[in-house]
């Protein structure tokens, strides 16, 4: 399978980025296919400008490239911490910019934007792990997990992934390193489950 894996944060000895690194060794070791991101390493432009909104918009050629990648995967991998909720702005930008009308979804003739997009990806599945200082329970109840909601609810389902998955591994500030090692374990063990 071809796989995307995409990183969204900027400290290169972070457990993402050991996150990032157990995932794509996972996926190679298995065979697949894999196409990684550190949008942070390649300076990905966040900024959506209003030329690209349009479906028939014009997009810069690096954004295109990201698009035809995203067309051609069985498979999404994305890691990135929760920041106040949410994925940081460099993530936030990747889904604006390349997760787009024509590219991940579309809606149906004679709808205008009002109803459901029909999802184009022919992603197998779309596998997230975030990283969080906010203990798990607190999330749910306080927060109602809105990284969920986000990623599943209104991005992976709608541009048409057939499975999904998400974790994440909190409190990471005060994490032991053999919990780390733990994660790292449970990283692997389910890119081999979601992808096979």
Not at 36 to 58: A, M
Not at 71 to 93: E, F, M, R, T, Y
Request: contains cysteine; charged residues 25%.
């Amino acid at each position: 399978m071809k796989i995307t894996v995409i990183l969204g944060h900027p400290g290169k000895e972070s457990f993402n980025h050991a996150i990032a690194t157990a995932a794509v060794e996972q996926l190679i070791t298995a065979g697949h296919s894999v196409t990684f991101h550190d949008l942070y390493t390649e300076k990905f432009d966040p900024i959506l400008p209003l030329d690209e909104i349009p479906k028939h918009g014009k997009v810069d050629p690096k954004i295109q490239q990201y698009c035809t990648e995203i067309v051609d995967a069985d498979g999404l991998v994305v890691v990135h911490p929760n920041w106040w909720g949410q994925p940081p702005a460099i993530v936030k930008g990747w889904i604006d910019r390349v997760l787009r009308a024509g590219v991940a979804y579309e809606f149906v003739e004679g709808d205008n934007g009002a109803g459901l997009p029909k999802g184009l990806l022919k992603l197998r599945a779309a596998v997230i792990f975030n990283t969080s200082n906010t203990p798990g329970e607190r999330e749910h109840t306080v927060f109602c997990d809105p990284l969920q909601l986000t990623w599943k609810n209104c991005i992976t389902d709608l541009c048409g992934a057939k499975t999904f998955y998400r974790t994440t591994f909190s409190p990471i500030v005060d994490s032991t390193l053999e919990q780390r090692k733990k994660w790292l374990i449970e990283v692997r063990n389910v890119v081999d489950k979601q992808f096979k």
